[in-house]
């Protein structure tokens, strides 16, 4: 019995915020974002919209596409960097009280933009094991929360936005997850990371004068180390599993910065016509990027049963990941 990924959903919220926009909040121009970053805009999720909001529209939407019941799901884990609530409620349990899933498992991993890779390789586990039939997967982020709006040097990158997946069971190895690598070194930590409003600087007015509920960044240090981490975690999984690059049908990458895919996608020489690429139009959500970038390439009708995918992903911790994903939905 393997894994599989049967289907896919997302949702971006409707509000705008174009590099124009920004030129008016921050020192900044839309030619210097799209050059150095490659996003010309990303979507704001409204006031009255939280993240587990997204996430169910994101979740509705895979539900049906692998036509099955909400009542056969039996785990819900949702990665998420900006919960509804810090602590409690997780943002998984807000979700399922929302679908009216009642009585399953249900929580949270805090995996930053790696978020996504990370629980499919928990899922890989919970399904081949017997433990569950059924995962829903849900990678949602109202990081619009998390930004600081007068920082030119955050602000341009992040977007709200939602993506899920349903994983259940398959006999048939052609449309099943194949291999992940999942890994983390937390020396890095501090350079992305939200300092403020956990138990290290618990909120107080000191606490939110200083800013230090936002997403502080050293951007061009994050980026060496993204380039390089993800070549060679990229390389070591095709190698790990005797894929060539040519067997790769697409490569979905993390959607950070448009240079940052171009370096991994150039040294390994794949294809521009098989990478997804939705970094200009969303920026970078997080735990939602890649599941938003595989729904679109899906809603495009590009990603057929038992193709195989490639995905790799960087975020805070630091955290990163890299999956073989044969396609096993319709
Ligand atoms: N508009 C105009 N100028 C800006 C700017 C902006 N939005 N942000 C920074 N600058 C300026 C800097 O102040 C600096 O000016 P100086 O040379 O006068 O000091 C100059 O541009 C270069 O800054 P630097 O930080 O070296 O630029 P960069 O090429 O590294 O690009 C990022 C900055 C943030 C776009 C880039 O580092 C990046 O994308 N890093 C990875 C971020 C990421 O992916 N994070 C999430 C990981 S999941």
């Known amino acids: 019995m393997y894994a599989s990924l049967k289907s896919i959903g997302a949702y971006a919220p409707e509000r705008i915020l174009n590099n124009f926009h920004l030129e008016e909040m921050v020192e900044t121009s839309d030619e210097w974002i799209e ?3 490659g996003i010309k805009e990303r979507r704001i999720a409204s006031e009255d919209e939280s993240t587990s ?16 019941a909400k009542e056969e799901i039996d785990l819900i884990i949702c990665a998420t960097l900006s919960p509804d609530y810090l602590c409690m409620p997780s943002t998984a349990c807000v979700i399922a009280g929302k679908l009216g ?10 995996a930053a ?33 998390l930004v600081d709006y007068t920082d030119r040097g955050t602000c341009i990158l992040f977007g709200d ?8 069971r398959t006999e048939d190895k052609n449309e099943a997850i194949v291999d992940i690598h999942a890994s983390a070194d937390g020396r890095y930590g501090e350079l992305l990371m939200t300092p403020g409003c956990g138990s290290k600087y618990p909120c107080s007015q000191e606490t939110l004068d200083n800013k230090l509920n936002f997403i502080k960044m050293q951007g061009n240090d994050v980026y060496k180390i993204a380039v390089k981490t993800l070549t060679n975690d990229v390389i070591d999984i ?14 979905i990458p993390h ?14 020489e794949f294809p521009l016509e098989k990478t997804v690429l939705t970094v200009a139009k969303y920026g970078n ?3 939602a990027s890649i599941p938003m970038a595989m729904n679109d390439a899906y809603e495009q009708g590009r990603i057929k049963k038992g193709d195989l995918m490639l995905l790799d992903t960087f975020g805070g911790g630091f955290t990163w990941a890299s999956a073989l994903v044969r396609f096993g939905g319709h």
Not at 113 to 141: D, P, Q
Not at 255 to 268: C, D, H, W
Request: hydrophobic letters at 50%; aromatic letters at 4%.
């Open 238 to 251: 095709l190698e790990k599993n005797n894929v060539q690059v040519s067997d790769v049908d697409h490569f």
């Open 255 to 268: 959607q950070a910065n448009l240079r940052i895919i171009e370096a991994v996608r150039t040294k390994l």
């Open 161 to 168: 936005g939602a993506g899920a997946a349903i994983i259940g």
């Open 113 to 145: 933009c790696s978020g996504f890779v990370y629980m499919l390789s928990m899922a890989k586990a919970f399904i081949e094991s017997g433990m569950k039939k059924n995962i829903l997967l849900i990678g949602a982020e109202k990081i619009s929360s």
């Open 53 to 68: 909001d997204l996430g169910v529209k994101a979740a509705e939407q895979a539900i049906e596409r692998a036509g099955i």
């Open 35 to 37: 050059k150095r970053t």
């Open 101 to 110: 899933i009642h009585n399953v498992m249900a929580f949270d991993i805090s």
């Open 285 to 287: 959500t997080s735990a």
